[in-house]
Every structure is written in C-alpha cells, then in structure tokens.
C-alpha cells in the first residue's frame, strides 16, 4: 500500500515537471508584440477587404494597364519561351548570374564605361533593390562601423528598416519643400555641406520615392560637386532607370555626372518596376572601386555576407533579364516597352490635373505633372487621404502619395472628384 502511495506521489510529481515545462515552453514568446503593419502593404489589405464597388487603390506600388490590371510585358514572355527546357536548376554562384550583371552593369555605367572595361567594379545579384540596399548597409557596417547614413526626408519607407536594422545610425537631410511641393535644394545642399566630412548619403537615382521630385541635371552637378569638396560616399538607389521618363540613359544622368566627376559610388538597381519582374526579385548591388584588385576584394565581401544571409540568389529572374538585354531585338522590343509605361504614368498625371482644374480647384496642382515616376506626393493631409478613404473607398497611404499606375482613363473623373471634395475648403 505505502509502495502504491509513494508511486502515485512520483507520477505527481513527474506529471507536476512536465506541466512547468510546458508553462516554460508556452512563456518562450510571450513578451511577443503584434508587428506594425506596413504603411504601404496595410493600403491593399484594407482595399481588398472593401466590398465597394466604386473603390480605388492609388497606393499599390506597381504597374497596372489602362484597365487596372497586371502587365506581363511581351519581351519577358519571349524571353520566357526562350528559356524553358533548357538549362538546369543548378545553383547560381554566390555573386549571381555572371551574365546577368554584366549586362546590368552597362546599364547604370554605360555601355562603353572605361570602369567597366578596366574591372573597377565590384558586383553581385541581390534580392531586388531591397536586397541590395541590406547588402550595402551591412558592408557599411562591417567595414565602416563608425559611419552613419544621411537619409533623405521623405524616403521610401523601408529605407529606413534596412539600415537601422543593419544597425547603421541614421541621419537625415532636407529634400522635399512641403509649400513649394517640389525640391528643397537649399536646404539639402547646406545639410550636405554640414555633414562630417567622409559621409554616407543615400540618394535616389530618379522618380525619387515618394515625392516624384527630382534635382535637375544643373543641380546634380552641384550636388556632385560639393560631395567632392566634402569627400562624401554616393550610394545610389535605382529602382526606376527607365520607367521614369522612358529613357534608360536620361534616368542615369545623376549617376553619370557623379562619375565624370570621379567619385567612387555605390548603386543598388532593381528590375522590379522597369521589366514588371516584381515577384522574381532580380536586382543588382555594385561598388565603384580605385582599382582591379580592390574590385575583387570587395566582391569577395560581399559575397561573404551573402553566404549567411541567403546563400545565393534565384536563377530564372536573372536568365529572364540576360536573356533581355543580351539580345539587341529584345532589348529593342524592352526599351519600347517601358517608353510605352513610362508614356501611360505621364499621360494619367496631364489627364488628373487637367480634371482637378476643370473643376475649378482653388489649389494649384502644377506638381502633379512636374513630379516623375510612378509616385505623386500630392500634398493632401492624413485627414483629408482618411475621408478618401471613408466616403469614397479610395486607398492610399496617408502621407497623401498617389501611385500612378493606379490612375486610369476609367476612374481617373472620380479619383479628381473626390480629391476636389476633400481639398477645397483647405
């Protein structure tokens, strides 16, 4: 009986262990908060739960057609015809496709780029522009770990993600005029000017994201000229060459005048928006370096953070894209292409204005079509993008950026009717 009770009180106590280990197991994660949405992502999840027929998402960021839907572009389907059942799917090095950045490299550089043909530069496929820009600000981190990065105010939202989770420290610098709705070059040369010699700056290569306001080519050079003077390191991000005004070249005009200028650049490219690879996260992160070897140290580098991080990128985004620009009748058809979307982005900002001031808006909206790329930051309120939201089922984030591509000949009276309703007394 005594040995029946002592084993009852052992099974007690075991069963008493497993039920604390269990309490133990179920605490790991309890100090565990909800993230925050992303401001961006949120926009479409809101949209798509709205039974409303009239609803309107201006804030996606990616290309749709006239009719508001998807484009797979007519090059990319050759390209894909092409490429079927004829390689295998072996893994890609650790830099990526070889082919894929040469290519990739001339874009940004220019074909006939002496930096090109002297190897100065140091070159890996990334995961998109997102992942190039990680890759940098983590090689920033790693061999220049007292540095900080000068971020434009406003940024793409996720800039600010990359590099604090890089744990880069951040600063910021004047961009956008809120009153004038376009640059504020004075006060971004005199933060410029009055950033510790031997700064990091991040700028955006063009269609700036998400104002659409750009610095002329005058006012590249200036810029240009005063990170010489205060020794300043250039780290462009492209994620528009070709979709903002239709022209892969005139895109790179600020990137090329850094060049002529002899500075040595980072540039994060992405073929995202420009060939609508969105989901095939193909992109681009490279280094201009003093010399060959240096090229090759700094490759080896990068590929170094890669290995941890993803070990190699996927392949069939990167075939698409050599197989693109390595066929000059393809990359004929591509650069039609992308003039054709650049061309629709340009006529939707003539036909919101237009219908703003037909309607006898007391504001001035000459942004609309000053502004280039994708984005319009229209100036409106959070307040005012929240009755957008509640009395016309039109989605965008609250900062009052209008993506373009959302705008079409079809909703375009409606979307101008709405913004009129809510701005006209301001």
């Known amino acids: 009986m005594a040995k029946r009770i002592r084993n009852s009180a052992s099974r007690g106590t075991m069963m008493s262990r497993q039920i604390s280990g269990l309490r133990s197991m179920s605490s790991w994660w309890k100090n565990v908060e909800p993230a925050p949405k992303d401001p961006i992502l949120g926009v479409t999840e809101a949209f798509l739960a709205d039974p409303s027929p009239d609803k ?14 998807p484009v797979v572009l007519e090059c990319v389907r050759e390209a894909e015809r092409r490429i079927a059942g ?54 920033q981190k790693r061999f220049r770990p007292d540095s900080q990065i000068y971020i434009p105010v406003p940024t793409w939202s996720n800039h600010h993600n990359i590099w604090r989770d890089a744990q880069v420290t951040q600063k910021t610098y004047h961009y956008y005029h809120p009153e004038t709705k376009g640059l504020d070059f004075s006060g971004l ?8 010699e031997g700064s990091f700056f991040l700028l955006h290569a063009c269609a700036h994201n998400p104002t659409g306001v750009d610095p002329t080519e005058e006012q590249w050079r200036e810029i240009s000229q005063l990170f010489k003077a205060k020794n300043h390191f250039a780290f462009f991000d492209m994620a528009y060459q070709g979709f903002a005004s239709g022209d892969p070249a005139r895109d ?20 995202a928006k420009n060939m609508g690879l969105y989901g095939q996260r193909v992109g681009c992160l490279s280094v201009l370096c003093e010399d060959e070897k240096q090229a ?32 000059p009748a393809l990359k004929g058809l591509w650069l039609k292409e992308v003039k054709v979307m650049a061309d629709r982005i340009i006529g939707m900002r003539t036909a919101l204005r237009e219908s ?29 993008v929240d009755r957008l939201t509640s009395e016309y089922h039109i989605y965008m984030t609250r900062n009052g950026r209008i993506s373009m591509a959302g705008v079409t000949t079809g909703n375009v009276g409606y979307l101008a009717n709405a913004i009129h309703e809510v701005t006209k007394s301001s």
């Not at 309107?56 to 839907?69: I, L």
């Not at 700094?298 to 066929?327: C, E, F, W």
């Open 252 to 271: 790179a005009k600020s990137i090329r005048i850094f060049l002529e200028d002899g500075h040595h650049i980072g540039i994060s490219q992405s073929y």
């Open 189 to 196: 040369m005199d933060d410029v000017k009055n950033a510790p």
């Open 86 to 139: 004829t390689s295998f799917m072996e893994y890609l090095p650790m830099g990526g496709s070889v082919k894929m950045v040469d290519e990739t490299l001339k874009l940004a550089y220019g074909d006939n780029s002496e930096f090109i043909k002297d190897k100065r530069i140091a070159a890996v496929q990334s995961l998109s522009g997102t992942g190039a820009c990680r890759l940098f600000a983590d090689f």
């Open 56 to 69: 309107v998402n201006v804030g996606v960021g990616a290309y749709r057609d006239d009719n508001g839907k």
């Open 296 to 327: 090759v140290t700094v490759k080896s580098q990068l590929q170094q953070l890669a290995r941890p991080m993803y070990s190699n990128p996927p392949l069939h985004g990167a075939q698409i894209v050599s197989t693109i620009l390595g066929d």
């Open 356 to 384: 703003l001031e037909k309607l006898g808006s007391p504001l001035s909206w000459e942004h609309v079509t000053k502004q280039i790329g994708m984005f319009c930051y229209s100036g409106m309120t959070p307040e005012q």
